[in-house]
């Protein structure tokens, strides 16, 4: 069998389907190999839709056992059933009822989608289509249904039985099986089923909703795990409170669930009233989850608890729309966390992830619009441009149109649209209406792919105290002008210039919606620095000749954190993307430049790191070597980068070593002081390990001694991580041996085992590939579980380029290996993995070459899975 070409799925083909399910009952019992699912559907011809045409259900991986209509069995020349669907030829002109009895195997199935086993505990996937892996279905978003689902499976397999809605009912079913019958009163698309059976425990509390309605919550896990649900429990809580306040929205059912399981395609899933989690997003304790993995929960609780509104109520009318409910819920759990913790250091952290991620997908061959055309995998579309430059966009209309009109179009999108399918058209007809701008143009950020380039050129006139900014925006493929809000200011020598006018500046924003436009700026007092893109306002590469003096004008004196971090960045991005390339000479010698940067960095330091060491940890952390590269463009060589940020690194370490020292001491957290997981706290920590991670890089003798003890003494996960991560760095015997400690004292907790697996995965040095093959064989490595991949194989392409990127291949065999074994069980995280090829036609050529070797090789492997096989072709293409 020879892979073929997937087909394509494209938006101008969209149809209204020709039926309409209104109801859906469900009666499920749970078997761990025959698990038989009796569906009795509700159908009626859409009126919206072609008349007279079969009835084409969808399905996928299931055995027909029986089905009859309104009744009566069906005779063989009436339908056609397969595994991937269930033709009715002349389906009845009026409504009916099928009932329709399937059976499936939850524990062969190794894709984890559709319903099977996380450690015995029975659990559901459906999105994007994997509800036809349970029953035949009409399996697309635009049919809504309203649910009553009956689970019955063994008491002692499966104690607790969890479904969409409110329980209704609950008893014995004879034989040692029980039930519980569950109803979703909410219309919903099937991908938001989803049901749960197995041995829990749970943590669990009220809340009452602005309406009055009393909801039950709970946090389901594994028995033994309940104390490290509190942290999540208590983000459900701050979520549900948020979204009351802060877009008056309010829980819509009686209970609401989380439930945690091991083996997880993504990070959670927000299916109506019973959100399942990847563990790795509930459970936290301070000895066992870092301080990032503390804000990670908090996000992604936020995030599936928002999509309650933003997904469920008002969901997508076909798949192109994936950004409506993502890139929405984004910005909701962004502005959520900024409101929890700081809203200056949450944006840098987005911006850098979105720069990480999303900047090298839209320049390489994945790059798509954020509402694609066509698809052939729509699993391969839960993108960084869907989410995160969804996100973006979402931003940019909320600082077009402003924050009153912004929450008055959020709240008349979903009264507009509650209970529907929607489409982004449907989402801006809104903020057009409540702001009576035409947003037409500015759509079109939804339509192009590419990072677009803005250049700004700035003059100032001394006799007429005026300066002037001249934008230009490039038009990449025949793209229209975009609509760009460039929030801005003036900064002076000695602080901001407030008292310059511009009349296109309206509460310190410009919008560029042409090609190019100039601005005049009057009554300018002294030759000014432009700060532009506060805030990060718009998903563009900026590009602006400013002078390293000038950029520390603006990490002194600007009124905007974002773009004070921005400066500090710009000026090492500099330095490591000229000494960065191949012809770079390895000078040790740091020159004139890192020079001065120490020194502006040192009086920072004084100045503020104390004040908001969270801050001052971001703006000590030099570009990754990822940014570097992506910032360099072509003829990529990450040895050179490699080598120009080491060398940064350690010139800064000597610069500011007593400094830091001094700073590390000032932080220390008095003995007995109880561990907080608050962004205060945290800050301190960061700033701490940001300064080992410099005095080390100096001084790896002195470093591997304080990072030893800071290992031995943490009371915390993030201490004492951030330390083996430094360590991790010097070659030596201290290295191994605090490497198989750690390793034995989490010997029986696979999330700690997973940061100890990505940290030796990214050690960047030639033995990292032979210590890889070693853990591939370690107890608790498994090829299975989607985490201990991610963490072992998935880090090593995405953390370590030097040895992901080698001249002689070998990097890019392991993942080639890795993603054709793992396809014939689990696709969708194949084809992930293999996304890490993305940037490999910017490579320096000799790795290049190499690449598109074994890239060409996956393509001809037989039988690729649909998921693969189009990532493999369009990363060609
Ligand atoms: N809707 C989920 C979320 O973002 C993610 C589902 C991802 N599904 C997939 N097939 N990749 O909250
Ligand atoms: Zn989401």
Redesign the pocket.
């Known amino acids: 069998m020879r892979t073929e070409t997937p087909p394509t799925i494209r938006l101008e083909d969209y149809r209204p389907s020709s039926h309409l399910i209104d109801r859906v009952e469900l009666d499920v019992r749970l078997a761990p190999h025959e698990t038989r699912i009796t569906a009795t559907l509700a159908l009626r011809p859409n009126p919206a839709g072609e008349p007279g045409v079969p009835l084409v259900l969808d399905g996928d991986d299931v055995i027909l056992l029986a089905l009859d209509l309104d009744g009566q069995a069906l005779p063989p020349d009436a339908y056609a059933a397969t595994p991937s669907g269930l033709t009715l030829h002349r389906p009845p002109a009026r409504p009916f009822t099928l009932r329709i009895e399937t059976q499936v195997d939850p524990t062969a199935n190794t894709k984890l989608?559709g319903l099977y086993r996380s450690n015995g505990v029975y659990c559901t996937?459906c999105?994007?289509?994997?509800f036809r892996r349970i029953t035949y279905f009409l399996d697309r978003p635009d049919v809504l249904s309203v649910y009553t689902t009956r689970i019955e499976a063994e008491r002692d397999a499966a104690p607790v039985l969890l479904g969409n809605g409110n329980p209704v009912a609950a008893g014995e079913a004879g034989e040692g099986r029980h039930y519980a019958v569950w109803h979703d009163p909410h219309p919903k698309p099937a991908y938001l089923f989803a049901l749960v059976g197995g041995r829990l425990d749970k943590v669990a509390t009220r809340f009452t909703t602005m309406e009055g309605r009393d909801v039950a919550v709970a946090v389901y896990v594994e028995p033994g795990q309940e104390p490290r649900a509190d942290y999540a429990l208590g983000a459900v809580l701050r979520s549900m409170r948020w979204d009351e306040e802060a877009f008056g929205r309010a829980y819509d059912l009686d209970v609401f669930n989380v439930v945690a399981v091991s083996d997880f395609?993504?990070?959670?899933?927000?299916n109506k009233g019973l959100n399942i989690f990847n563990d790795k997003y509930v459970l936290a304790s301070p000895e066992t989850a870092t301080d990032q993995d503390y804000a990670n929960i908090e996000a992604?609780i936020a995030?599936?608890y928002f999509?309650n509104w933003s997904?469920n109520r008002v969901t997508c009318r076909d798949w192109f729309q994936l950004c409506l409910?993502?890139g929405l819920?984004?910005f909701r759990d962004q502005e959520f966390s900024s409101d929890m913790r700081s809203r200056a250091v949450h944006r840098i952290g987005e911006v850098r992830t979105l720069r990480a991620r999303q900047f090298p997908e839209d320049a390489g061959p994945l790059a798509h619009p954020v509402r694609p055309r066509a698809y052939a995998e729509?699993?391969n579309f839960?993108t960084a441009t869907v989410?995160e430059k969804g996100a973006e966009i979402v931003r940019m209309l909320s600082t077009l149109v402003g924050p009153a009109p912004f929450r008055a179009g959020m709240d008349r999108y979903y009264a507009q649209n509650d209970g529907r399918a929607a489409t982004v058209e449907d989402f801006l007809d809104a903020f057009a209406v409540e702001s009576g701008r035409d947003l037409a143009a500015f759509a079109q950020w939804y339509e192009w792919p590419g990072t677009p380039r803005v250049e700004v050129e700035g003059r100032y006139d001394a006799a007429e105290r005026r300066y002037t900014l001249r934008f230009s925006q490039d038009l990449r493929g025949g793209a229209p002008p975009l609509v760009i809000p460039v929030a801005l200011g003036l900064v002076g020598a000695s602080g901001p210039i407030s008292e310059a006018t511009c009349p296109e500046v309206r509460d310190g924003v410009f919008v560029l919606d042409r090609t190019s436009a100039g601005l005049t700026f009057t009554n300018v007092p002294e030759a000014p620095v432009p700060s532009l893109f506060r805030g990060f306002s718009a998903p563009v590469r900026v590009e602006i000749a400013l002078s390293d003096a000038e950029r520390l004008t603006l990490l002194r004196h600007d009124t905007d954190a974002f773009n004070r971090w921005q400066a500090a960045q710009s000026i090492a991005m500099r330095l490591l993307a000229d000494r960065g390339t191949a012809r770079a000479r390895e000078a040790e010698d740091a020159g004139p430049a890192a020079q001065a940067y120490a020194e502006a960095l040192a009086a920072f330091l004084d100045a503020e790191a104390l004040a908001d060491p969270a801050f001052a940890a971001l703006v000590l952390g030099l570009p990754g070597e990822g940014d570097v590269a992506n910032e360099i463009g072509s003829d990529i060589d990450p040895d050179a980068i490699h080598r120009a940020r080491q060398s940064l690194r350690r010139h800064l370490g000597r610069a500011l070593g007593e400094r830091l020292s001094r700073l590390r001491a000032d932080l220390t957290e008095a003995p007995g002081t109880p561990f907080s997981p608050d962004a205060a706290s945290a800050g301190r920590r960061a700033l701490r390990n940001a300064a080992l991670d410099l005095i080390a890089a100096a001084d790896p003798v002195r470093g591997t001694a304080l990072a030893r003890a800071q290992i031995d003494e943490a009371t915390n996960m993030t201490d004492r991580l951030a330390a083996l991560g430094i360590l991790s760095l010097i070659p030596g015997e201290p290295r191994e041996a605090a490497l198989a400690a750690f390793g034995e004292r989490y010997a029986d907790e696979p999330l700690v085992l997973d940061k100890w697996f990505a940290i030796q995965a990214a050690i960047p040095e030639d033995a990292t590939l032979a210590r890889i093959a070693r853990l591939r064989q370690h107890r608790a490595f498994s090829m299975t579980n989607p985490n201990r991949v991610r963490a072992l194989i998935g880090s090593f392409a995405l953390a370590n380029p030097t040895q992901f990127n080698r001249l002689d291949g070998a990097g890019f065999t392991l993942l080639a290996e890795t993603v054709e074994a793992l396809d014939r069980t689990n696709p969708?995280i194949a084809a992930k993995l293999l996304t890490n090829f993305g940037s490999w036609r910017r490579l320096e050529p000799a790795r290049s070459s190499k690449a598109g070797e074994i890239l060409a090789r996956i393509k001809a492997v037989p039988g690729l899975s649909r998921d693969v096989a189009d990532i493999v072709a369009r990363t060609l293409s």
């Open positions: 989608m996937q999105e994007a289509d994997g395609n993504m990070g959670a899933m927000e992604i995030h599936e999509h997904g409910k993502e819920t984004v729509i699993n839960y989410y969708q």
